[in-house]
């Protein structure tokens, strides 16, 4: 079956630092890649996603580009802020006719400090 | 700009109750999704809901747990005889139809707590 696999966290980071937080994924279909966050108390929103090979998502300043050769699409940024402490889960869909569901990773949780 | 909204966003009820969790999606989609996260853990898929019924449920999904759209805007979940395992956050989501690309929009959930 479809599933995917994060770094485990919790990431701790001074502010200004680079991030990268690994994902890999499997997949029986093609699949679309997606970061969800989700902050302190709030539900989970999309950060970006990537719908084929080689295509990049990105969003506030966030970055993560499909690899089909790696299975992968790691999330990077290059100076985060301590208002990016979250967590995010790496997701996957893959559509097929009907109940395409998103599959997610476990999150890692991400700590910025000043 | 169009949202999933949940309700209730917290409820508290004693083991063995009845729970019904509410949820209006994005007013032009067609496939429906309940999630739940227990605390500190992922999310896990419950169920899928397209053209009034059930596309896809997970092992977690039983004969406890049962959806409905009663009149075209709601998607309810009930928990007909809640456990304390059922204690989670559950999200309600939603998404467009088969153009899309499989983007998913999520409500910010109902956290149920049973005691």
């Known amino acids: 079956g479809d599933s995917v696999t994060q770094m485990e966290g919790p990431v701790t980071l001074s502010e200004e630092a680079f991030l990268t937080i690994n994902c890999t994924y499997t997949a029986t279909g093609y699949p679309s890649l997606f970061w969800y966050v989700q902050y302190p108390g709030e539900g989970l929103q999309l950060l970006l996603k990537a719908t084929k090979a080689d295509d990049k998502g990105s969003n506030k300043g966030f970055e993560a580009t499909y690899r089909k050769e790696t299975t992968s699409f790691h999330l990077e940024k290059g100076s985060v802020q301590v208002s990016d402490s979250a967590v995010y889960f790496c997701?996957?869909?893959?559509?097929?006719?009907?109940?395409?569901?998103?599959?997610f990773g476990t999150g890692t949780q991400l700590k910025v400090e000043l | 700009e169009p949202e999933v909204t949940q309700t209730p966003s917290h409820q508290v009820t004693q083991m063995g109750q009845e729970v019904i969790l509410r949820c209006v999606p994005i007013s032009n989609h067609l496939y429906f999704y309940w999630y739940r996260q227990i605390l500190g853990q992922k999310v896990e898929f419950l169920v899928s809901f397209y053209n009034n019924e059930i596309s896809e449920k997970s092992e977690i999904f039983d004969d406890q747990f049962s959806v409905e759209r009663p009149d075209g805007s709601n998607f309810t979940l009930k928990i007909r005889s809640t456990k304390l395992e059922d204690s989670a956050m559950y999200f309600c989501?939603?998404?467009?139809?088969?153009?899309?690309?499989?983007?998913?929009?999520f409500g910010e959930g109902s956290r149920l707590t049973v005691l």
């Open positions: 989501a939603s998404r467009g139809g088969m153009a899309n690309t499989g983007e998913l929009f």
């Open positions: 997701a996957l869909s893959v559509l097929t006719g009907g109940g395409n569901k998103l599959t």
